[in-house]
């Protein structure tokens, strides 16, 4: 078995009384691009969340090559080697989209670069001039992601990149994607698009309500009950 | 380079002209140019608070006040030199920003109330007549024995000359991005690797002690005055609408809006006060309906429309 990049184990969150994660457990190896799907609620974003340092877990454990990362910053993180895009991308408005980058560069200092020029990589080369504000959501996406590998992540966590993307686009995503994990860096990748997780994940973990229901390639999931009961029950 | 350096070192040479040479030349009122001088050193410091992260300290002069009475209290009962003690003004002011630092967790409302509260507490404790053997309580302050009209007119232009280069600065620095960034979304901030509460506490510190030594450069030049005199709610007041108007989160904004605006007061507020409160009133209504991001949003508005003509042209090819 190879080291992990990431160990999340038995970890709960709740808000308030509700357990929108309850005792899960999951670990990516170096270059493994894992998808993390289920319905919508099903505690996704908020496994997110957690591993990159936005909230505290209440229960379990949280390993980022070996080490507990719990209660750790997430500037601490960045600086670690975790960084994330955002369900609703979070792009700094007031500031150019080179500038966007620009923060993360300065802030977070990568020893070695993941890639020469995240703007390009992400082909948002022509609008590095342009105010953030002005950017469409899925060049905000897009910004996102290119701000996020500025910081030369060990670990990427994608929070529903592809959504309302073409099949072209989509095709040149996963490509990136696939790149990046070929550089080493191990994706967690939540996605809806189950055509798009099949071009990228080997590996799939199926979640509902907070707790892992399956765990396997896609096309096992497809034939899982469970899986699809959740899916086509409600 | 050389024509960058120029352009951003051009609102030192404005106020340089302005406030060295004005009063030999065209504005001989040295005692409207010291006051528009300290507006333009506290409107700069709330531009490093309200423009680059986002909160509105209502209760700024509290800072003001703690540095007009830390340093008189420091050359009337310690007998520092007068320069020293203005230098210790400001950091009582940095060393009370300190015990409130607790409030940059509150935010809008919260944070713009809080301050006003703890700028209250400073006011009552520096007027407590139970303090008169050290502050001398409400009976007020007199700085006669040091009292220097022509010096510290100049070293409130120097304050001024600072606040200015460090706004600067940090138009152009990573600091002052991670600044702006941190205003925009403390989240992603926290993302791109920003420390977000070491970030913040700087900028707070900062701003503190620039209204610390305005204060005390302001006590040496008046030299008499009583709490009342430099706690004056009005004074946070001004500086706010200033930048406000000016621009927030730039170079230029602050010193438009203080030039314009206390120019305008000093106008058709002395000449004809019964107008005043009304055109003053009016102008802060449509600012914040019509322009919330200040005189300089004018500007760059239009720059901004070119630039995106340009690459509209670039990309239709
Ligand atoms: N900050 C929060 N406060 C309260 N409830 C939350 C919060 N974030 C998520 N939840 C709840 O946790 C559950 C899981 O949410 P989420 O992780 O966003 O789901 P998914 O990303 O899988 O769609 C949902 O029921 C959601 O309402
Ligand atoms: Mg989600």
């Known amino acids: 078995m190879s080291e992990s990049v990431l160990d999340v184990r038995q970890v709960v969150k709740k808000f308030g009384g509700f357990r929108a994660l309850d005792g899960v457990s999951l670990s990516i190896r170096p270059g493994e691009i894992l998808a993390l799907v289920g319905p919508n609620g099903s505690g996704k974003t908020t496994c997110i969340n957690v591993v990159s340092g936005l909230y505290p877990a209440d229960e379990g454990e949280v390993l980022f090559q070996g080490q507990r990362i719990n209660g750790l910053s997430m500037s601490s993180l960045a600086r670690l080697g975790i960084n994330r895009t955002f369900q609703i991308p979070k792009p700094f408005k007031a500031l150019t989209v080179e500038e966007n980058v620009d923060v993360a560069l300065r802030n977070i200092h990568p020893a070695t670069p993941l890639v020469d020029d995240p703007l390009a990589f992400v082909g948002m080369d022509h609008v590095r001039d342009r105010m953030a504000s002005t950017l469409n959501s899925g060049q905000q996406k897009l910004l996102d992601l290119a701000r996020a590998l500025a910081g030369a992540p060990k670990l990427l966590l994608v929070d529903e990149l592809a959504a309302g993307m073409n099949p072209a686009e989509l095709r040149q995503l996963a490509g990136k994607l696939r790149e990046l994990a070929s550089r080493g860096v191990a994706l967690l990748v939540v996605e809806h698009l189950m055509g798009f997780v099949n071009q990228l994940a080997e590996r799939v973990i199926v979640m509902n309500a907070g707790r892992e229901i399956f765990e396997g390639s896609l096309a096992a999931a497809a034939k899982d009950a469970t899986v699809v009961e959740v899916y086509l029950g409600g | 380079m050389l024509k960058r350096l120029g352009s951003m070192g051009l609102p030192l040479v404005v106020l340089v002209l302005i406030f060295a040479v004005g009063p030999y030349t065209v504005f001989n009122n040295p005692a409207t140019l010291f006051e528009m001088m300290a507006f333009l050193a506290l409107a700069q410091g709330i531009n490093v608070l309200y423009g680059f992260t986002g909160y509105l300290p209502f209760g700024y002069v509290g800072f003001f006040g703690a540095g007009a009475y830390g340093a008189s209290v420091v050359v009337l009962k310690l007998h520092f030199p007068i320069l020293l003690a203005i230098l210790a003004g400001g950091v009582i002011a940095v060393l009370i920003s300190v015990i409130l630092l607790p409030m940059l967790r509150l935010s809008g409302a919260y944070f713009a109330i809080g301050s006003l509260a703890a ?115 009005n004074i946070s007041i001004f500086a706010i609408v200033f930048t406000l108007f000016g621009g927030r989160a730039t170079v230029w904004g602050p010193i438009i809006g203080t030039v314009v605006l206390y120019g305008l007061y000093n106008w058709i507020g002395f000449s004809t006060p019964q107008y005043f409160q009304l055109v003053y009133g009016l102008l802060i209504v449509g600012l914040v309906l019509f322009l919330p991001n200040g005189v300089m949003s004018l500007i760059g508005r239009r720059r901004k429309s070119r630039h995106a003509e340009r690459k509209g042209a670039v990309m239709n090819v």
Do not use: C, K
């Open chain 2, 119 to 233: 700028a209250e507490i400073v006011y009552n404790v520096v007027a407590n007549p139970n303090l008169q053997s050290v502050t001398n309580g409400p009976y007020g302050i007199n700085l006669a024995p040091v009292f220097n009209a022509t010096l510290s007119y100049w070293l409130m232009l120097v304050l001024v000359l600072v606040a200015v280069t460090f706004v600067i600065w940090l138009r152009h620095s990573s600091f002052g991005f991670s600044l702006l960034a941190l205003r925009d979304d403390p989240v992603s901030a926290g993302m791109a690797g920003v420390n977000i509460v070491r970030t913040r506490t700087l900028a707070w510190l900062a701003s503190a002690f620039i209204a610390g030594l305005a204060g005390a450069i302001y006590a040496w030049h008046i030299s008499v005055f009583y709490p009342g005199t430099m706690f004056d709610l």
